[in-house]
Nanobody, 121 residues
Framework: QVQLVEFGGGLVQAEGPRRLSCVAS????????MGWYRQAPGKQRELVAM???????NYADFVKGRFTISMDNAKNMVYLQMNNLKPEDTAVYYC???????????????WGPGTQVTVSS
């Protein structure tokens, strides 16, 4: 089994920064990509940013220029540096990983339990 756990959520003032971290642990034979999604109350979960193990990053339009994703492949960790936060960024942020946990198996989708980020105006 594979577990993902997020760290770093909390209350932050508008225009301030916050850094989220996520670590994957367990039976990990390979990681194809890791990233971040978020879900605000009453809304669907949406992609924030994703990075492949090769370093290619994709961002949602609403965070381009403000958020930066990075990975530490050796530690099975992914980070999300969030700058210039806005009240509309308030959401539960979920870590996501495409992880191979069997020698000949496919990459499977794993999720962390989520961490709340609240941006006050």
């Amino acid at each position: 089994q594979v577990q993902l756990v997020e760290f770093g959520g909390g209350l932050v003032q508008a225009e301030g920064p916050r850094r989220l971290s996520c670590v994957a642990s367990g039976r990990i034979l390979g990681i194809n990509a890791m990233g971040w999604y978020r879900q605000a109350p009453g809304k669907q979960r949406e992609l924030v940013a994703m990075m492949s193990s090769g370093g290619t990053a994709n961002y949602a339009d609403f965070v381009k220029g403000r958020f930066t994703i990075s990975m530490d492949n050796a530690k099975n960790m992914v980070y999300l540096q969030m700058n210039n936060l806005k009240p509309e960024d308030t959401a539960v942020y979920y870590c996501h990983g495409q992880v191979r946990d069997r020698a000949s198996g496919p990459y499977m989708n794993y999720w962390g339990p989520g961490t709340q980020v609240t941006v006050s105006s």
